[in-house]
């Protein structure tokens, strides 16, 4: 049997910035949170409000200012749980960069929903902050 060959070609190329006009646009959100001092286990934060249908592809957060005493943090739907993100350490160096689990991902929010940055149980010495971040795209009129 002769090797297979390409039957029609229905190629388009996409150049960098270049994307099509059609479906959901992609962006990225940001918020700037500060974890005070002794803020206590099992609180949470408010972080954004994303409406229904919203597409999040990917999310996570870059530490600012580094806290100490084993502060993790996760990043979840509700005031409980680790929808975007698992329970991660917070008390890393400046600049280090912390990503979702690409098994969470892509999740559509059928209503609309708040994030909040969810703390662990914990002994906070010093205040932190950090930089949550979300890849988004409106998925609302997606066939």
């Known amino acids: 049997m002769a090797a297979s060959a390409d039957l029609a070609t229905q190629l388009e190329t996409i ?11 992609v962006g990225l959100i940001q918020n700037v949170v500060d974890i005070p001092i002794g803020y206590e286990a099992a609180s949470c934060i ?16 870059e530490i600012i200012v580094a806290s100490t005493a084993g502060l993790t943090v996760a990043l979840s739907q509700g ?15 400046v600049g280090t960069n912390v990503c979702g689990a690409c098994a969470l991902f892509p999740l559509i929010n059928t209503a609309a929903s708040a994030v909040y ?15 949550v971040w979300m890849l988004v795209a409106d998925a609302q009129d997606m066939a």
Do not use: E
Request: proline share 5%.
């Open 15 to 25: 150049d960098r910035g270049g994307f099509p006009s059609i479906g959901p646009k």
């Open 79 to 93: 005031t409980t749980g680790a929808d975007y993100l698992a329970q991660t350490a917070a008390d890393a160096a």
């Open 46 to 61: 408010k972080v954004f409000a994303l409406p229904a249908g919203c597409l999040v592809l990917a999310a996570g957060f």
């Open 117 to 131: 940055v969810v703390t662990a149980a914990q002994t906070q010495a010093l205040a932190g902050q950090i930089r």
